[in-house]
């Protein structure tokens, strides 16, 4: 099992910039992989990021490169998602999530949150 627990929500404003955190514990196995998802009102849960847990090997979606960040330290065993020149519809609930290397569905959710970013 792992366990997700995200923190660093917000209220900001349009251009600010915002980190988020994804503390991670439980079976931190080097085959785990940590995700940043972003669920919006009235819309699907969007998919903006992950990394390996065993090495700084990141993906992202095409609508997150370039203003988000992922990043990972084992020391502190955190997920950091950095976010700058925000926008007003990056308002959402952000969800990071874990799944094993080679599954396609990720097992483990935080309980997400909430970035809102005023115009």
């Known amino acids: 099992q792992v366990q997700l627990v995200e923190s660093g929500g917000g209220l900001v404003q349009a251009g600010d910039s915002l980190s988020l955190s994804c503390a991670v514990s439980g079976r931190t196995s080097s085959d785990l992989r940590i995700g940043w998802f972003r669920q919006a009102p009235g819309k699907e849960r969007e998919y903006l990021a992950d990394i390996r847990w065993s090495e700084d090997y990141a993906s992202y979606a095409y609508s997150a490169r370039g203003r988000f960040i992922i990043s990972r330290d084992r020391a502190t065993n955190l997920v950091n998602l950095q976010m700058i020149s925000l926008r007003p519809e990056d308002t959402a609930v952000y969800y990071c999530?874990?799944?094993?290397?080679?599954?396609?569905?990720?097992?483990?959710w935080g309980q997400g949150t909430q970035v809102t970013v005023s115009s």
């Open positions: 999530a874990g799944r094993i290397s080679g599954r396609s569905t990720y097992s483990y």
